[in-house]
């Protein structure tokens, strides 16, 4: 099959290669020439484990191209799929569609009959409707069909998201754009993955459903984490218990310092925003909005607490800016409320991430200190706040950590140590949704 893939963004990018790697011949398109001359030689934008060697193997065998031409890349192409952006647009939770609508009209005149447009980006329901009006408009006469493809991709494992799916969405008008959209994704579903065939609205809701639903789940979990807090109950085990009850699944039950990321904050915005507009408003997703905003800024009181009131002047060592582990992509995360607001009240903040350190230098200014490694972090600071869950601060030599600490105080903002290890390691150690360990004094 002949692909094109118009957008290479995170998902045109990692969906172009990894359909390549199925078999397909995929053309990666995008107007910035800059983005195309550096993806031909081989160097990859983004930050995602596995992706380079992956693009670098299908270009050598000549499935994977890239063009800045929208007419040569879309030449011959089977199916076409629409990946490009959709940020947040001028007014709350409002997408911007913008990039869609100009891809879908830029496409509409070089589309050979019969050819599938498919939108990969996270749209809206009914945007579909608005794409074939703009192309059947520009090129009139033009046999097209639309079709929308949503996807399910985490940052960090984006690869093995694609290639192992739990399911695969596909919103079609008819049998024709079906069968090939199944060819394509033949290879999956000869192992037997699950596909839902399903019409375009359908397909475009149940994207912004599911995230909107684990939004929920991790919300949730958050708020029985601050009632275990009160309670000397163990998050841990709630979530565990719960977890085990196959109705509720285990997974996207950790607590933690609030969601984050390209997709779950703006998602549940637009999802509300639609849902409001089209008079049917979805009050559980607005909640889940208002609590995760909340419990960022409740997690500057836990680190407050945990310095006992007195953060001015107070080194605290960050571990971790981006929105989880195993990117570098700051977008919303809870790290860019909680910085600003200890900077507020006086703090020190030395700062360290394993790869998000250059992308936050540009968004969070003050009295930071950007420290190469965690132990030019820890080394002097009055405390250590762990944000982000990186394997290296799950693995702290806790020895080594207690004698750069000025004080062995430890804010871990993701559970990532037992309460009996940090107790027997001597620190103080705040964590969430679990008794603090506090019978430690401070290292004369
Ligand atoms: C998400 C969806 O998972 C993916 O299907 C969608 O297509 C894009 O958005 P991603 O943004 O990469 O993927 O991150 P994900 O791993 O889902 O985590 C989102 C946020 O939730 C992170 O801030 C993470 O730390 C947080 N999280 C996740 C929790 O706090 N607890 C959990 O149990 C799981």
Known sequence: MRVAMVGTGYVGLVSGTCFAEMGAVVACIDNDAAKIKRLRNGQIPIYEPGLDELVKKNKAAGRLTFHDNIRQGIAGADIVFIAVGTPTGIYEGQTDL???????????????????????????VKTGERIRKIISKKNKGLKFQVASNPEFLREGCAIKDFLEPDRIIIGVESQTARRKLEKLYAPLLDRNVPILVTDVKTAELTKYAANAFLATKIAFVNEVADLCEKTGANIEDVSAGMGLDHRIGKDYMKPGPGYGGSCFPKDTRSLVYTANKLGAPTHIVATVIEANERRKLNMVDKISEAAQGALRGKKIAVLGLAFKANTDDMRDSSSLVIIPELLKAGAIIRAHDPEAISHARNLLSGNIVWCEDKEAALKGADMAVIITEWKEYAQLDLAATKKLLKKPLIVDLRNLYTLEEMEKAGFTYVSIGRNPVTKIKARK
């Open 98 to 124: 913008s990039y869609v609508y100009a891809a879908a009209e830029e496409i509409a005149s070089y589309l050979q009959q019969g050819t599938l447009v498919v939108t990969k980006s996270t749209v809206p």
